[in-house]
């Protein structure tokens, strides 16, 4: 195990280990959200490598990436520049969703394609919605953009249902230009009607972009189609390669949105930011949709069996579109720990939402939740995670 350089401390940093403060030569250079995935630094003062950690806290196809998709890598000729267009992916795209690629934009990631949206529409001064809790990146691009959005929060108790009345009244009041909707939402999965999201996006009276996240949309066993909302002109849609065909280290992801909208938010993407891998891989995936619809199902089945274990042990589960589930253990930061620590097994605690009792656990394939299960029983038993 690596020690740290000297035993200067970092204020404001807590070490997740002693939740004291880190010490210096192992300062976060990132200090953005929190996300899932797993942190090569944590592991290392743990004394792990990430090859023997199970990871249960990002939320990705439980199949991995295509061999194909491999295949298509190994003979990519990486010493050109990227299409700076992603033209053949896009035309790929347009064929795989029947829309023209005219209405498509592709980005390093749906991350990326957050944070140029909210670059493109937003100025200090204006207001921006945000229906929580969600992932973070969508309050942390409204910030960077000089905006600090107000929270639509949803409930413990409601199992985490927006009181949509309510969130209707309030947008309409706020006259936000720009309101994040994650659909089916992380973390808690739940999946919001067609006729609900058409609603949100009409209380904006017609001068604000709704931005619905649709990055789990492919592990949802019956979606709605989304693509119809596109008329409106108001609405932008975000999907993510990187979940759906497992490229999470390559990242891929595109927005479908007017054309007059792709062009506001075209003009900040820095050229090549999709790089020669990531859009080889991508045509490579579209090539072989049999491979999300595998994973999709085993996700479905992971997630079914999950709900049932978890049920017979008594702990209290968000009722889940996606494939992901929102657990409620307790003290979470201690149980993730406990299960990094004595089972390899790293899931994400969910306490950056705002919600310190819950863990949220990826479906991964049926081996893998049994032993999850297995762990969670050793060491969910331990009195200090019950309250
Ligand atoms: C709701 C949501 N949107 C987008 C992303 C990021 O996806 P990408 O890898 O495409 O940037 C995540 C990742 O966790 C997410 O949870």
């Not at 309409?172 to 309101?179: A, D, E, I, T, Y």
């Amino acid at each position: 195990m690596k020690q740290a350089s000297g035993n200067r401390t970092v204020p404001g940093l807590d070490n997740p280990l002693t939740e004291g403060p880190l010490q210096a030569g192992l300062e976060e250079t990132h200090p953005g959200p929190v996300h899932g995935g797993l942190n090569v630094r944590e592991l290392e003062l743990l004394g792990l490598c990430p090859e023997e950690v199970l990871d249960f806290s990002a939320s990705i196809n439980p199949l991995g990436a295509a061999p194909e998709v491999m295949e298509a890598l190994r003979s990519l000729p990486v010493c050109a520049y990227p299409d700076r267009s992603c033209l053949e992916l896009r035309r790929a795209l347009a064929a795989h969703l029947d829309i023209r690629p005219g209405s498509i934009l592709v980005g390093n990631g749906s991350t990326e394609l957050i944070h140029l949206i909210a670059r493109a529409f937003l100025t200090p001064g204006d207001t921006a919605a945000v229906f929580s809790p969600t992932f973070g990146e969508y309050a942390a691009a409204c910030r960077l953009s000089g905006v600090s959005p107000v929270s639509i929060r949803s409930q413990g108790k409601a199992q985490f249902q927006w009181d949509l009345t309510q969130a209707l009244n309030l947008i309409s009041g706020l006259k936000p230009s720009l309101v994040f909707v994650c659909n089916p939402n992380n973390p808690t999965g739940t999946y919001l009607s067609g006729e609900e999201v058409r609603q949100i996006a009409e209380s904006l009276g017609g001068r604000g972009l709704l931005v619905l996240d649709e990055a789990y949309r492919s592990f949802v066993d019956k979606p709605w189609e989304s693509q119809g909302l596109l008329r409106m002109g108001s609405v932008v849609l975000l999907r993510s390669m990187t979940k759906d065909y497992g490229l999470a280290g390559l990242r891929l992801g595109y927005m479908l949105a007017s054309e007059e909208v792709l062009a506001r938010v075209g003009r900040f993407q820095y050229s090549w930011s999709v790089n020669a891998a990531a859009q080889a891989a991508g045509m490579a995936a579209l090539d072989h949709p049999r491979h999300l619809e595998r994973g999709r199902r085993m996700a479905s089945a992971g997630k079914a069996f999950l709900r049932s274990a978890l049920d017979r042990m008594g702990l209290e589960c968000v009722p889940s579109a996606s494939n992901f589930l929102l657990i409620r253990v307790g003290e979470a930061s201690r149980l993730r720990l406990e299960l990094l620590k004595r089972c390899k097994l790293c899931v994400r605690d969910c306490a950056s939402f705002g919600l310190p009792e819950h863990i949220r656990v990826c479906v991964r394939n049926l081996e893998d939740c049994r032993r999850l299960v297995r762990a969670l029983k050793v060491v969910a038993a331990t009195p200090e995670n019950h309250e």
